[in-house]
């Protein structure tokens, strides 16, 4: 049986060094904004559940609530054992 602890969640993001050169990327979340942060995330120890890409401020904002949605999840679930 799974810890419950091994489904912690790292989301990581840092902003893209901006090349005047270049058009900015599109959104690898949603494709049509331009991505203004790199992220990285990933779930426990497992090497095949990270992700990476690049991804605007909405789909940014978007895995903060997924990931406060997942948190609040476990909570109900550690106060209902
Ligand atoms: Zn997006």
Redesign the pocket.
């Known amino acids: 049986m799974p810890n419950p602890h091994d489904f912690h969640q790292n989301v990581l993001f840092s902003t893209i060094k901006l090349d005047p050169e270049k058009v900015p990327r599109r959104?690898m979340?949603?494709?049509?904004?331009p991505?203004l942060f790199e992220y990285q995330r990933h779930a426990g120890s497992d090497p095949r559940c990270k992700k990476m890409g690049s991804?605007?401020t909405?789909?940014a904002f978007n895995m903060l609530l997924q990931l406060a949605d997942e948190e609040t999840r476990e909570w109900a679930a550690l106060a209902a054992a």
């Open positions: 959104c979340v949603c494709g049509s904004n991505s991804c605007c909405a789909c």
